[in-house]
């Protein structure tokens, strides 16, 4: 299983981004997915998770009622659809996929068999 994260860059404070994980694996919509981020100096921090059929997410509170989560099965893709961005939104943003997950919505990175390469987002104020 391959993920391949994208739709990282610069934007300017209040603006919106939207990630894209694209996974190459046979069973995709079996996964639950998430995406974490890692800000530089600082330990990778859970972003967001979404069940198998996009009925559960799960978002941090710091970016609940600003980011979005949502899957497209039919295209074996995931999204992160970011607004309000804040400066300290900046990081690297990796996606991540749990092969057993079904129904959950895992906040833990350990739960998650395959990480994508990363997105750099860079918001400035």
């Known amino acids: 299983v391959q993920l391949q994260a994208s739709g990282g860059g610069l934007v300017q404070a209040g603006g919106p981004l939207r990630l894209t994980c694209a996974v190459f694996g046979r069973t995709f919509s079996r996964y639950a997915m998430g995406w974490f981020r890692q800000a530089p100096g600082k330990e990778r921090e859970f972003v967001a998770s979404?069940?198998?059929?996009?009925?559960?997410?799960l978002f941090s509170d710091s970016v609940k009622g600003r980011f979005t989560i949502s899957r497209d099965n039919t295209k074996n893709t995931v999204y992160l659809q970011m607004s309000s961005l804040k400066p300290e939104d900046t990081a690297v943003y990796y996606c991540?996929?749990?092969?057993?997950?079904?129904?959950?919505?895992?906040?833990?990175?350990?739960?998650?068999?395959?990480w994508g390469q990363g997105t750099l987002v860079t918001v400035s104020s």
């Open positions: 991540a996929a749990d092969p057993d997950g079904y129904y959950r919505t895992p906040s833990v990175a350990g739960a998650y068999e395959y």
């Open positions: 979404i069940s198998w059929d996009g009925g559960k997410a």
